[in-house]
């Protein structure tokens, strides 16, 4: 997790919690007393009853807002917890950063009393509906290739679990993969770009040939023809899943 002391860096400009992604985190949440969330982050999108986050880079624990939760450097695979914790375990876009995925889940289900909600994508919807990886940034998704954990693995890991979709709205604060799916002019934006994982790790090298072709599409208005049918949706399904598993 050494990486987001690189990536983590822009965090606090480009990946602002969306409210309407935020109350579907935490309807998932149901009515637990006590959250846990790991791999928290700057602490998007964390219920105000949040015991503890944990966190392993400290670029990102020091972008946290005064007032967040206590939190505790520490990673997904050894949680410095004991069994049963909290009643419920969050952990959202942070599985695919781990070192051993299985032995994350396994600590996740071992501290949640109740329950464990993970927020996580599709990689083959993510692939055939995201135009940017799809048409342009197919190097983007190669490596993506390499990390999606797939949701019926993960699912089955979790010991079961609940799909829900999470449909992106046209308007989403939180920029991260496709939070920009009918604003494309930001995936131009040398900043936005490095608050996003997956374009800042396949490096500036590759996607150049893919982010000229789009720049010049959007200059000729190919791109807005090709996706007029976008421009008039309120939210697109991309492959962003909620999984929630009770314990």
């Known amino acids: 997790m050494a990486i987001y002391d690189t990536l983590g860096t822009t965090y606090g400009l480009t990946r602002r919690p969306d409210p309407r992604i935020g109350a579907q985190i935490h309807a998932a949440l149901g009515d637990a007393a ?5 791999g928290a982050g700057t602490g998007s999108y964390e219920p105000p009853h949040t015991v ?7 670029v990102m624990v020091d972008q946290r807002p005064p007032g967040s939760a206590p939190v505790v450097r520490a990673v997904a695979e050894r949680l410095p917890l004991r069994d049963e914790a909290a009643d419920a375990v969050l952990a959202l876009l942070t599985v695919h950063h781990w070192t051993d995925p299985a032995a994350g889940v396994a600590e996740l289900r071992r501290v949640a009393r109740r329950r464990v909600v993970v927020l996580t994508w599709d990689q083959q919807i993510f692939r055939e509906r995201f135009w940017l990886v799809r048409d342009y940034l197919p190097q983007a998704a190669a490596f993506d290739d390499t990390r999606a954990i797939p949701v019926d693995r993960l699912a089955a890991l979790l010991g079961g679990a609940h799909q829900r979709p999470v ?12 939070a920009f799916w009918c604003r494309p002019h930001a995936y ?9 994982s997956m374009l800042a790790q396949t490096g500036e090298e590759a996607l150049a040939p893919g982010l000229a072709r789009l720049a010049e599409d959007l200059a000729t208005g190919r791109w ?24």
């Open 224 to 247: 807005h023809t090709a996706h007029a049918d976008l421009l008039a949706r309120d939210a697109l399904d991309v492959g962003y899943r909620l999984l929630v598993a009770e314990g």
């Open 167 to 178: 449909p992106i709205p046209h308007d989403c604060s939180d920029g991260f993969g496709a």
């Open 34 to 38: 006590e959250v846990i969330n790991v």
């Open 188 to 196: 131009l934006d040398p900043q936005v770009r490095a608050g996003i």
């Open 52 to 58: 503890l986050a944990v966190e392993p880079s400290q």
